[in-house]
């Protein structure tokens, strides 16, 4: 059974930095394209940043330059280093991981439970 386990959020003050983490476990054959979102209360849930298996990166734009974005295949993990956090980063930010399960099947889209991030003003 496929399971994507997000830990890493928190309350933080405006301006500070929180690093999330995204841990992919069970039995996959593949694991393609992983990206976080995030859903603000009240809001529809939006892409934050995606990251491809060569590595190649894409940024909603209100975070590109304080938010990073990376992965290690060898540890089927993402991480996402939040930096200068603002009040409307507060959301609850989940992990998306495309992966193929086993020989024959099409790449399918998971989700994980979702953490937290609550930055004060």
């Known amino acids: 059974q496929v399971q994507l386990v997000e830990s890493g959020g928190g309350l933080v003050q405006a301006g500070g930095s929180l690093r999330l983490t995204c841990v992919v476990s069970g039995n996959i054959l593949s694991l393609n394209s992983m990206g976080w979102y995030r859903q603000p209360p009240g809001k529809q849930r939006e892409l934050v940043a995606g990251?491809?298996?060569?590595?190649?990166?894409n940024y909603a734009d209100s975070v590109k330059g304080r938010f990073t974005i990376s992965r290690d295949n060898a540890k089927n993990a993402m991480y996402l280093q939040m930096n200068s956090l603002k009040p409307e980063d507060t959301a609850v930010y989940y992990c998306?991981?495309?992966?193929?399960?086993?020989?024959?099947?099409?790449?399918?889209?998971?989700w994980g439970q979702g953490t937290q991030v609550t930055v004060s003003s």
């Open positions: 998306n991981a495309v992966l193929i399960v086993r020989v024959g099947d099409f790449p399918r889209g998971y």
């Open positions: 990251i491809n298996f060569d590595g190649s990166q």
